[in-house]
DNA sequence: GTCTGTTCTGAAAACGATACCGGAAAGTCA
DNA sequence: TGACTTTCCGGTATCGTTTTCAGAACAGAC
């Protein structure tokens, strides 16, 4: 592997020169220019990132943490992060945690290791006092991505799930559902938290009462998914509406599977709503009324926010919320006629 | 940020020894290797990998390029992939091309700079000569995933998509097609390529005739699926059969974002099948005839191929070859009536 | 011709960790 | 006891690059 020592010595110049030319430094003469770079390309040297980012003591590569980047969103999340940091001429250290918050903070270490000069964080749980201590003395800027730690050093890129878990559940009530069930991810992430708080916060608000037994959360897997559901439907007196509150596929096909299983018919016996929009959702049939965002927005300021950070040395760390639309279909689209008077 | 040095002087011994307690060698104390920790631990030392790396020769960072994140075949592969290389003790550079063999490129020469001690690739043209040229000087480890291109020194995992397409052309001649289009990914990746040469070489075979407007391929984008089904249904005999041969959600999406427009009825009027399984084939109405593999199994196996070529330093290059399965659904499973003889 | 001020270039010192080398101490054997 | 091996540890060169500093070359002004 050629070094810039070698291009030096070909050229006949010091390898500071070499540094100035490749840096696009301004004090060059043409004709030393001229002769490094035709060095360069004989000797077919490429600078190495590795020495570079010891000596200037930043490595251009910022880090990125994700839960779960089978769950689409996510996925999306990391393609526009990826993007943007990549025309700023960073590159991006991806490390998926699979919902466990151990994994997160050896993460968070070899990251920290890695000398990455940035954060990009969807962690598991954001409520880790472990994470949460760590993430307090990291010396670079760190974005959490719809995530939540209340700390002076970190900056948030949210979506208001909040706001969109009220409405749906408004939107349930008026349509005659007094049982609503929520099948929700761990409440230890943001996301998930906000759904729970905002349909039981609603639920409570209008008088309607909120069974603990029909509030379940956990792993998105497909089958804690429809093991939750058979044991809510097999309660006296079960639901007639399931919100699912876990963004991942795999929590609403664990759902869909096991209605199909008991035969019970989404639109006539049962209303159902997912976290997230998408093609199986909006394609399945009936379609299913879910909360759209806009995920590369999302994506993109958080990357933006990060950059930011690191172009002026120091920023304050910000906040910000981005909205949520419920998009109402074929699903929940129906009225749950009047129960019968005894 | 804490040194090693610091530690040194704080634990009063040599930064080698520093170096030998955190690195478990053997040959050293147990009450220097207490001294030792407890300065780590004191001082809060973190080591720095970039300074370790430039040091040692390698990086224990491995680079994956990737052709589409928003694939969810493909984020499964990265999710495999990053997670058997952080048990092996490396951290994983995601660089993702969106389709653009111009990316790829520059993907490559990036992560070559990163010095990357090895590479995943999956990238979006397997045929672009520039591309095999640097291919064939990397002086590292790489494994191809799911592409193939014909050099020494490449290793490659495959999905025998071929098998799977030709299986299909099969089943579908047998149930009383003729007409068959197929609306591909770019031929200039492997899966596409193997997939539209599995199902011409079947109607050649057979004695199909091979309609060249019933073959389109190109980017897997929504519009452009719908765009190209419109066309050939626009064609005068329009398909009674069309497979989308691409394993994008966003090709099938639009295939059947048009078919409904069009008003035309996957099962009575037309026969579908997909490239790759998933929820929105396995729960769509009618359900789809898909093709299914282990995507888990070939990850795996790309990441443990890049790790057994790094730890015996010299490992020839190999290839090997996975099933594939069709699955066989509702959308494909009836026989088109015999045309009425005039 | 000297002096000042640019503009360009080279020498050398870092950055932080590791590997090599050699020396000291401790153990082994005759 | 002496010679020899083994075990442990410190000093220091080194990885490839960038940055700082100072010097060289040159121009223009007096």
């Not at 990060?306 to 910000?320: F, G, M, S, Y």
């Amino acid at each position: 592997m050629a070094t810039i020592r070698e291009v030096a010595d070909k050229a006949g110049v010091a390898p500071a020169s070499v540094t100035r030319v490749l840096g696009g430094y301004p004090n060059v003469s043409d004709e030393l220019r001229e002769r490094v770079l035709t060095a360069v390309r004989e000797v077919g040297y490429e600078p190495d990132l590795v020495a570079a980012g010891l000596r200037r003591g930043y490595t251009k590569t910022i880090g990125m943490i994700v839960n779960d980047i089978l769950n689409p969103v996510v996925a999306q999340m990391v393609d526009v992060v990826e993007d943007e940091l990549r025309v700023a001429g960073y590159g991006v250290i991806l490390a998926n945690s699979n919902g466990q918050s151990a994994h997160d903070l050896v993460n968070l270490r070899l990251l920290h290791q890695r000398r990455v000069d940035g954060l990009i964080a969807s962690v598991a749980d954001d409520t880790n006092p472990d994470l949460i201590a760590t993430m307090a003395g990291l010396p670079i800027p760190v974005v959490l991505l719809d995530r939540q730690i209340e700390l002076e050093n970190l900056s948030a890129v949210l979506s208001d799930h909040r706001y969109s878990a009220r409405a749906l559940a408004n939107h349930l009530i008026d349509h005659g559902h007094r049982q609503i069930a929520i099948i929700s991810g761990a409440t230890s992430a943001y996301p998930s938290r906000e759904r729970v708080t905002g349909v039981l916060d609603v639920m409570r608000e209008r008088g309607l009462p909120v069974r603990p037994e029909f509030q379940v959360s956990g792993r998105g897997s497909e089958e804690f998914a429809s093991r939750s559901l058979s044991s809510i439907m097999d309660q006296p007196e079960p639901p007639t509406a399931i919100i699912i509150g876990n963004g991942n596929t795999a929590a609403l096909v664990g759902v869909l599977h096991e209605l199909r299983r008991r035969g019970v018919q989404i639109g006539v016996d049962i209303a159902i709503a997912a976290a997230e929009d998408g093609p199986l959702v909006s394609l399945y049939t009936p379609a299913i009324t879910a909360v759209e965002r806009d995920i590369i927005d999302l994506g993109r300021r958080a990357a933006r926010m990060v950059l930011a950070q690191l172009a002026k040395d120091t920023l304050r760390a910000q906040t910000i919320v981005l909205p949520t639309r419920l998009v109402i279909r074929e699903s929940t689209d129906w009225t749950l006629p009047a129960p019968a008077l005894h």
